[in-house]
């Protein structure tokens, strides 16, 4: 992005004032596009982390699932599937850190989502407090299959495995869409549950 000066006035027809009007011009337009450069890249960074730490939100419950189903004495296939999952478990909680910190960063570093007007923001909040507290749960079920423990059914553990799916889905909205009209809002995510419960069933009908 070029300064230029004010109606493309050569810079010897500037008077002195004229001249450093357009030195400050220059300079905090400067700032400005630095500024959002920098705020896009750690926009950028906090979309890649996030998505990293949902693909282990998404894979984990798939391993409960598994571990629900090992028929009892198979101890090799249930050992080998819980050091995937602890491993797992730590690479997950390893990359939430970044995500949040990027989160933060942009919110109090650049403002954004202050103020009026931006319920987006708070429910955006609500929904990462609900995140936080499915990623506390998978590491509570690791636990129980670790102490061999586990009470639910494999097909309970395929439920548990949509929270994360439908939690990215509210927050990656709230955060594109920026709702103000909420009523507006709630009818298309009705309208897009119904298509998604349609599609689901198909899938479900066709595979019996
Ligand atoms: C502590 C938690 C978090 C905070 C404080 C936070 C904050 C923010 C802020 C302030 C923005 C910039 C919005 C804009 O430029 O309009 C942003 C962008 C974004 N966030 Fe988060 N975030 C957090 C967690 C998450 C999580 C868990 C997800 C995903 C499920 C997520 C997904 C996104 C996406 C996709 C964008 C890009 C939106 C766009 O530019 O259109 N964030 N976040």
């Known amino acids: 992005m070029g300064c230029h000066p004010p109606l493309s006035l050569p810079e010897r027809e500037l008077s002195a004032l ?18 959002t450069a920098q705020m ?20 984990l419950p798939r ?12 101890s090799a ?18 990359l939430m850190v970044p995500a949040m910190a990027l ?5 109090a570093g650049y403002g954004i989502g ?18 936080l507290g499915y990623h506390h749960a998978c590491a ?15 097909n309970w553990y395929r439920v548990f495995n949509e929270v994360p799916v439908l939690l990215m889905l509210a927050i990656v ?8 009209d909420w009523g507006a809002f709630f009818v298309d995510w009705l309208c897009g549950l119904a298509v998604l419960a349609v599609v689901g069933l198909l899938a479900w009908w066709r595979r019996r």
């Not at 004229?18 to 500024?35: D, E, I, Q, V």
Request: aromatic share 14%.
């Open 140 to 154: 509570r079920v690791l636990h129980r299959f670790e102490r061999g423990d586990n009470r639910r059914s494999p």
């Open 18 to 35: 004229g001249r450093w009007l357009f030195a400050r011009h220059c300079r905090a337009s400067f700032l400005r596009s630095h500024y």
């Open 103 to 107: 989160g933060i960063g942009l919110w």
């Open 63 to 74: 391993i409960f699932v598994n571990l629900a189903d090992v028929a009892p004495g198979s």
């Open 173 to 180: 909205s709230l955060v594109v869409v920026k709702p103000t």
């Open 77 to 94: 296939e249930h050992e080998r599937l819980l050091t995937m999952a602890r491993r797992l478990m730590r690479f997950t909680h390893l």
């Open 40 to 59: 896009l890249w750690i926009k950028t960074l906090h979309i890649v982390f996030v998505a990293s730490w949902f693909a282990g939100l998404f894979y």
């Open 114 to 131: 202050w103020g009026p007007g931006q319920g987006w923001m708070h429910a955006k909040w609500l929904a990462v407090v609900l995140v």
